[in-house]
């Protein structure tokens, strides 16, 4: 018998088939069952995934039942209460928390992509004034592809790299946008000298999502 497998016996036939035994760093191991439609021509049915992990993923890790959430291995209790969000999401692209260099280089990279093409902002004028504004960032938001055609290769790692800068960068930049239509007001464009994620310190501009 194959060491970490687990022997699968379909007594309608007498037919076998092996399933490879994973581990992860956390939690129990794992029936890789890839191979039994395959085989037995057979799904499996888990309501709720209570007995599934639906993929493998090197970043998060969660158990809803323990109340487990890790970043990276990291807990989200401890992200929330002692890293800021670029230091957060610095770990979820680059695997570990930044030093202070590190971190401060990160912010100024995405200071320099907060501006969003003027024509992007002409979107706003084909939403209705009450629209729901997560509508319009959904919407504004797609059409990022067409400004920044250049990085949109999801195998390359400088595109992704990049692509997710500008999404953080633009962000910000797009539900103010939202805000202000709203409200029929002009567009307020990016201060840099500012912090760059200010806008959602605001109560009222959060709770307007």
Same mark, same amino acid.
């Given at each position: 018998?194959?060491?970490?497998?687990?022997?699968?016996?379909?007594?309608?036939?007498?037919?076998?088939?092996?399933?490879?035994?994973?581990?992860?760093?956390?939690?129990?191991?794992?029936?890789?069952?890839?191979?039994?439609?395959?085989?037995?021509?057979?799904?499996?049915?888990?309501?709720?995934?209570?007995?599934?992990?639906?993929?493998?993923?090197?970043? !998060?890790?969660?158990?809803?039942? *323990? @109340?487990? +959430?890790?970043?990276? #291995?990291?807990?989200? $209790?401890?992200?929330?209460?002692?890293?800021?969000?670029?230091? !957060?999401?610095?770990?979820?692209? *680059? @695997?570990? +928390?930044?030093?202070? #260099?590190?971190?401060? $280089?990160?912010?100024?990279?995405?200071?320099?992509?907060?501006?969003?093409?003027?024509?992007?902002?002409?979107?706003?004028?084909?939403?209705?004034?009450?629209?729901?504004?997560?509508?319009?960032?959904?919407?504004?938001?797609?059409?990022?592809?067409?400004?920044?055609?250049?990085?949109?290769?999801?195998?390359?790692?400088?595109?992704?790299?990049?692509?997710?800068?500008?999404?953080?960068?633009?962000?910000?930049?797009?539900?103010?946008?939202?805000?202000?239509?709203?409200?029929?007001?002009?567009?307020?464009?990016?201060?840099?000298?500012?912090?760059?994620?200010?806008?959602?310190?605001?109560?009222?501009?959060?709770?307007?999502?």
């Amino acid at each position: 018998m194959i060491k970490n497998t687990l022997t699968l016996i379909d007594n309608r036939t007498g037919r076998t088939v092996e399933l490879p035994i994973q581990s992860g760093i956390a939690g129990p191991p794992v029936v890789d069952i890839r191979g039994l439609y395959g085989e037995f021509g057979l799904f499996t049915l888990d309501p709720g995934f209570k007995s599934t992990a639906s993929c493998t993923s090197r970043i !998060t890790f969660i158990d809803g039942e *323990k @109340g487990i +959430l890790l970043y990276r #291995g990291y807990p989200i $209790e401890q992200l929330a209460e002692k890293s800021s969000f670029t230091e !957060t999401a610095y770990l979820l692209m *680059k @695997g570990e +928390l930044p030093s202070v #260099g590190q971190l401060q $280089e990160f912010n100024q990279l995405i200071t320099r992509h907060t501006m969003v093409h003027e024509q992007l902002l002409n979107f706003y004028q084909g939403f209705r004034r009450d629209a729901h504004p997560m509508a319009i960032m959904v919407g504004v938001v797609g059409a990022l592809s067409a400004f920044y055609h250049d990085s949109l290769d999801i195998h390359d790692p400088q595109h992704r790299e990049i692509s997710a800068i500008r999404l953080l960068a633009k962000i910000p930049t797009i539900a103010a946008a939202c805000y202000k239509h709203s409200l029929g007001q002009p567009f307020v464009y990016p201060d840099n000298q500012l912090n760059w994620y200010f806008l959602f310190q605001d109560p009222t501009l959060f709770s307007f999502f």
